[in-house]
């Protein structure tokens, strides 16, 4: 199932003001990209991506209120700037089981109080 479909199952007649918890683990992205995730989801706090297919995260919308991302098993391999950029909440944050190359990927992060629940295999 691709992702924008699963997020239309996972609203179950509730506006995206009204989520706080999105889990879209195993949907599919396309051209691995988040897809219909917009910044309408103003509440929510936890945010599953977990082996969706990612390749990036750069069209990530602004979601002031999230707290908890699982990005895990994924093929996410930089551009993690924009997570600090539009999560200023963040914090937890699990990039296991990517193709993070070397610590140098995670230095956009440095001057956030993320929490990073990852094993990155560096």
């Known amino acids: 199932m691709d992702m924008k479909k699963r997020i239309h199952?996972?609203?179950r007649n509730r506006t995206?003001?009204?989520?706080?918890?999105?889990?879209?683990?195993?949907?599919?992205?396309?051209?691995?990209?988040?897809?219909?995730?917009?910044?309408?989801?103003v509440n929510l706090e936890f945010l599953s991506l977990i082996n969706v297919g990612l390749l990036s995260v750069s069209n990530l919308p602004k979601l002031g209120k999230l707290k908890k991302l699982e990005l895990s098993d994924n093929r996410i391999s930089g551009g993690l700037d924009v997570l600090a950029e539009k999560l200023p909440n963040l914090t937890h944050l699990n990039l296991s089981g990517n193709k993070l190359k070397d610590?140098?990927?995670?230095?956009?992060?440095?001057?956030?109080?993320?929490?990073?629940?990852?094993?990155?295999g560096l």
């Open 103 to 120: 610590i140098s990927t995670l230095e956009p992060l440095v001057c956030t109080d993320f929490l990073f629940l990852c094993s990155l």
């Open 9 to 11: 199952l996972e609203l």
């Open 16 to 41: 995206p003001s009204d989520v706080r918890e999105l889990v879209l683990d195993n949907c599919r992205s396309n051209e691995g990209k988040i897809e219909g995730l917009t910044a309408e989801f």
